[in-house]
């Protein structure tokens, strides 16, 4: 049991998801972790302190002051947790958390925390967008703590997007993974993933391609290896090189070469994510000398590539099989519609009608779907996306 003895302070603020923090509570116990629970004066109208002190199996603060008089010693309580959990955190919380407001024990206690603090947001959609809401999540990365983000869906309002406090199991998944020595967490594990454009030849200099850089790709690789996995890294054409010596990268041109050198592979992986922009058409013939410019037009004539992520998906066994769709319109139908085609267990989806996201940026902005659910993320580094993927995948393979 990866949490056992750890002292697990949640903070339970006034949100419709507090009912949601019972069933977190068990898991921690489960897990063999010690439980101590403080909620703001609103969170009571949520949930009973009956059923969390039950769970928790200790009192439950909310008060500077117990009962005859007694001092609820908010910094004895935050010098005692090992992590410092506030789910659901309300923007109302967040804000007083980020600018040092001090009205409540669970402030108080917040403030005199020397433990990593893990923040899970929940709130109606359009204050979780709201650009002081953005901003106060920010600034609480900045300070050190990790935000466990909203997941999208129906909300208490009736309104549907990004707001929903993530699963309790994806909090405690996180806080295990915190946890693991090292943060190893992809140790034993073999991870497959396409990078780069494919070039298709037309003749000995010209070729159809694209405008993928491989920087999405190279970024999970890294990322899988610094999680300790084996990585097998099969790119198209690009200028970049693994900094990490033990990423196997294996270099190919066309989408015919990166399917042939998939397969000497992927019958070993554990995970396998197609990061490859492959081209969907490639010329019938190869001019074998380069072609004269002697006519006023020139017909190509393409043919079909394999699909390789669909031909993954067919053979899929042991493998969590992650593809990426890349969109300009009908994002979100046409993304599910590649989940359910190629037997994907995930898809994650850039369009490029947002500013910052896809080809060649540094950044990109992704939502992920499984066939149950969506995640929503906002433009971040290539480093900080591969980061954001190989924990959604984590957090479903290996709890
Ligand atoms: O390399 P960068 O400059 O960093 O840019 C990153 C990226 C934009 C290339 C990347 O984030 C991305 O979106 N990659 C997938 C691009 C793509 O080809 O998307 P698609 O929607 O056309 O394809 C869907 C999926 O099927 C992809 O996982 C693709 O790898 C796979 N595919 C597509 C066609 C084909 N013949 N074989 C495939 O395996």
Redesign the pocket.
């Known amino acids: 049991m990866s949490l056992q003895d750890k002292k697990i302070l949640i903070g339970i603020t006034g949100g419709i998801a507090a009912y949601k923090i019972s069933f977190l509570i068990r898991d921690f116990v489960k897990q063999g972790a010690e439980v101590q629970v403080i909620m703001t004066p609103s969170a009571r109208t949520f949930v009973s302190e009956l059923t969390l002190a039950t769970l928790s199996k200790n009192p439950v603060y909310s008060d500077f002051y117990g009962e005859n008089g007694t001092w609820n010693n908010h910094v004895e309580l935050g010098m005692w947790a090992d992590a410092m959990i506030i789910a659901p955190c309300t923007a109302n919380t967040l804000s007083k958390m980020v600018h040092g407001q001090c009205d409540h024990l669970l402030l108080a206690t917040y403030l005199s925390a020397r433990c990593p603090v893990f923040i899970a947001p929940a709130m109606d959609l359009d204050m979780y967008a709201h650009p002081s809401t953005r901003q106060n999540l920010e600034m609480a990365e900045d300070f050190g703590h990790i935000v466990i983000p909203a997941e999208e869906g129906e909300l208490a309002s009736g309104l549907v997007g990004p707001g929903r406090m993530a699963e309790p199991e994806t909090i405690l998944y996180a806080v295990k993974n915190y946890f693991l020595p090292q943060h190893k967490s992809l140790q034993g594990k073999t991870v497959l993933i ?4 494919t070039y298709e030849a037309i003749d000995p200099v010209r070729f159809i391609g ?8 190279f970024e999970l690789a890294k990322e899988a290896a610094a999680r300790g996995a084996k990585v097998i890294l099969v790119s198209g054409p ?1 200028a970049l090189v693994p900094e990490n010596r033990e990423i196997d990268l294996h270099r190919v041109t066309s ?1 015919a070469e990166m399917l042939d050198e998939v397969f000497k592979h992927y019958h070993h992986a554990d995970i396998a994510i ?7 058409y490639a010329p019938k013939e190869i001019a074998p000398e380069k072609i004269k410019k002697n006519d006023d037009h020139l017909t190509i004539e393409l043919v079909k ?6 031909t ?1 998906g067919a053979q899929k066994k042991q493998q969590f099989l992650v ?5 300009t319109q009908n994002e979100e139908a ?1 993304a599910l519609a ?1 989940l359910e085609k ?1 037997n994907l267990d995930m898809i ?1 989806l ?1 369009s490029l009608r947002d500013e910052g996201a ?4 540094d950044t ?1 902005r992704i939502t992920i779907f499984t066939k149950q659910e969506q995640i929503g993320f906002d433009l971040k580094s ?1 480093k900080e996306v591969a980061a954001d993927i190989l924990d959604a995948v984590e957090m479903r393979l290996l709890k």
Not at 210 to 217: E, I, Q
Not at 274 to 280: F, G, I, T
């Open positions: 396409t990078a780069g454009p694209n405008h993928s850089s491989g920087k999405m790709g690009t989408a197609a990061s490859a922009a492959v081209a969907d590539n394999p699909d390789i992520l669909k993954m593809g990426f769709a890349l969109e046409n590649k190629k994650v850039n896809g080809f060649k940026n990109n290539k």
